[in-house]
T-cell receptor, first 111, second 111 residues
Framework: GENVEQHPSTLSVQEGDSAVIKCTYS??????FPWYKQELGKGPQLIID?????GEKKDQRIAVTLNKTAKHFSLHITETQPEDSAVYFC??????????FGTGTRLTVIP | DVKVTQSSRYLVKRTGEKVFLECVQD?????MFWYRQDPGLGLRLIYF???????EKGDIPEGYSVSREKKERFSLILESASTNQTSMYLC??????????FGSGTQLSVL
């Protein structure tokens, strides 16, 4: 099955700096890549997703890039704010099949 | 907004007890999922259901069973709870092929 690796496991940045979280996947047939944010005491929430026919997608301060050749995708958060502090998960799937999740990155934004 | 409701936020049980975790969604989603979340391991799929009365094993089904008698409700059953089943349990649902929505989770402690 699919194997998704995520790095780093923890990340601390100063408020206003950028944060980048990277994931790699093993199955070249994977074509859907969502990112989830999990705040303390809550379930994961979808923040952005990308499909394999697109190389980059942006939503305000959040962007995701996909490199199909290298089989990796990244989450970029610009102008970080304290409320961005959370655990972030990447995931991959083939079409409507089940998602395979990375192990998570705990992001801390230092005011 | 989609609402996925898990019946308990915290649960403490004793070894050998039969444990029921309940999940209800209000958006007529066909697909429902149970994950467990452990530090450093990310989200691992226990069981899923594509529709009423249907169930499929995920990656770690051992020691668990599920029930989906009604479309909106998906129950996870620990037949005889063990200490290694202490974990955060997350329920999720989606329309087939669409985005996945999570509940807030149940933190289960087995003593």
């Amino acid at each position: 099955g699919e194997n998704v690796e995520q790095h780093p496991s923890t990340l601390s940045v100063q408020e206003g700096d950028s944060a980048v979280i990277k994931c790699t996947y093993s199955d070249s047939a994977s074509n859907y890549f969502p990112w989830y944010k999990q705040e303390l005491g809550k379930g994961p929430q979808l923040i952005i997703d990308i499909r394999s026919n697109v190389g980059e997608k942006k939503d305000q301060r959040i962007a995701v890039t996909l490199n199909k050749t290298a089989k990796h995708f990244s989450l970029h958060i610009t102008e970080t704010q304290p409320e961005d502090s959370a655990v972030y998960f990447c995931a991959a799937s083939i079409g409507a099949n089940n998602l395979f999740f990375g192990t998570g990155t705990r992001l801390t934004v230092i005011p | 907004d989609v609402k996925v409701t898990q019946s308990s936020r915290y649960l403490v049980k004793r070894t050998g007890e039969k444990v029921f975790l309940e999940c209800v969604q209000d958006m007529d989603h066909e697909n429902m999922f149970w994950y467990r979340q452990d530090p450093g391991l990310g989200l691992r799929l226990i069981y899923f259901s594509y529709d009423v009365k249907m169930k499929e094993k995920g990656d770690i089904p051992e020691g668990y069973s599920v029930s989906r008698e009604k479309k909106e409700r998906f129950s996870l059953i620990l037949e005889s709870a063990s200490t290694n089943q202490t974990s955060m349990y997350l329920c999720a649902s989606r329309k087939f092929g669409e985005k996945l929505f999570f509940g807030s989770g149940t933190q289960l402690s087995v003593l």
